[in-house]
């Protein structure tokens, strides 16, 4: 099993920054990507960043230029830098750490970011 600890989730004004960590401990090894995926009240859960071994990235494109995501390996700790936050951000964001093989997905409890006035 692996465990994920997110922290970092907080309230922001519009236009602020926040960054995002997600600290994975346990059986790690074979851990090839992992990624931050966000659910918004009434809306589907949604994936924000992701990235894999090698240093690829990907992201959503209503985030695209906003946000970065990182991976510290020494650290099996992956973050998440936000920053122009805007009130459509505001979700419950969720660390997920996936190995590929074979194919397992471990999801973090969340962590709560608010952009509002």
């Known amino acids: 099993q692996v465990q994920l600890a997110e922290s970092g989730g907080a309230w922001v004004q519009p236009g602020g920054s926040l960054r995002l960590s997600c600290a994975a401990s346990?059986?790690?090894?074979?851990?090839?990507?992992m990624a931050w995926y966000r659910q918004a009240p009434g809306r589907l859960r949604e994936l924000v960043a992701i990235t894999a071994d090698g240093g690829t990235t990907n992201y959503a494109e209503s985030v695209k230029g906003r946000f970065t995501i990182s991976r510290d390996n020494a650290k099996n700790t992956v973050y998440l830098q936000m920053n122009s936050l805007k009130p459509e951000d505001t979700a419950v964001y969720y660390c997920v750490a996936r190995r590929l093989t074979p194919r397992e997905d471990y999801w973090g409890q969340g962590t709560q970011v608010t952009v509002s006035p």
């Open positions: 346990g059986r790690t090894l074979g851990i090839r990507v």
